[in-house]
Antibody, heavy 117, light 106 residues
Framework: EVQLQESGPGLVKPSQSLSLTCSVTGYSITSNYWGWIRKFPGNKMEWMGYISYSGSTSYNPSLKSRISITRDTSKNQFFLQLNSVTTEDTATYYC???????????WGPGTMVTVSS | DIQMTQSPSFLSASVGDRVTINCKASQNINRYLNWYQQKLGEAPKLLIYNANSLQTGIPSRFSGSGSGTDFTLTISSLQPEDVATYFCLQHNSWYTFGAGTKLELK
């Protein structure tokens, strides 16, 4: 079965970059699509973007100037970088697989990131 | 952008009760609506996709209905292991989420 696991720093300073890794087991990231979703305090959730089996990307327009999703197929990992973070980027970040029917079917357990000086 | 309004935010019910949770879309999303269950500290689990299709391995007490703008998740007979937060996701036009329903045992 597909399993995803997020990892990265739990604390980031304002104006710096947030960098997270999603490690995938049980399925190759050279198939399907692989995305990032976040849940803010108060439970509002936001789709951030995804990277395809071929390496092409799609991003939420609200984040387009700050976000980058990349991958390392040799390690079966994909990555999130969010630049110029503010306290409003404090959230739990999830990675997930987007299937060919356009929805997210397998998710990681999430990693909490706090933006604070 | 499509907005999703989920209700109720909180629900308390007894074992064996029939439970319903609703999501309303701000515009027609056809049947592109999924339901997820998330237990504390765990990954969200897909229960229902495309409004009424049961994901493999999910107990048959879970069901989904609706189309267009109004959708419902039903648990036909609540079990103790169903205590969780449930949320909806529309995937008709990019992705937007409901705010979640926290389900507890009475």
């Amino acid at each position: 079965e597909v399993q995803l696991q997020e990892s990265g720093p739990g604390l980031v300073k304002p104006s710096q970059s947030l960098s997270l890794t999603c490690s995938v087991t049980g399925y190759s990231i050279t198939s399907n699509y692989w995305g990032w979703i976040r849940k803010f305090p108060g439970n509002k959730m936001e789709w951030m973007g995804y990277i395809s089996y071929s390496g092409s990307t799609s991003y939420n327009p609200s984040l387009k100037s700050r976000i980058s999703i990349t991958r390392d197929t040799s390690k079966n990992q994909f990555f999130l970088q969010l630049n110029s973070v503010t306290t409003e980027d404090t959230a739990t970040y999830y990675c997930a697989r987007r299937n060919v029917d356009w929805y997210f079917d397998f998710w990681g357990p999430g990693t909490m990131v706090t933006v604070s000086s | 952008d499509i907005q999703m309004t989920q209700s109720p935010s909180f629900l308390s019910a007894s074992v064996g009760d029939r439970v319903t949770i609703n999501c309303k879309a701000s515009q027609n999303i056809n049947r592109y609506l999924n339901w997820y269950q998330q237990k504390l500290g765990e990954a969200p689990k897909l229960l229902i996709y495309n409004a009424n299709s049961l994901q493999t391995g999910i107990p048959s007490r879970f069901s989904g209905s609706g189309s267009g703008t109004d959708f419902t998740l039903t648990i036909s007979s609540l079990q103790p292991e169903d205590v969780a937060t449930y949320f909806c996701l529309q995937h008709n036009s990019w992705y937007t989420f409901g705010a979640g329903t926290k389900l507890e045992l009475k």
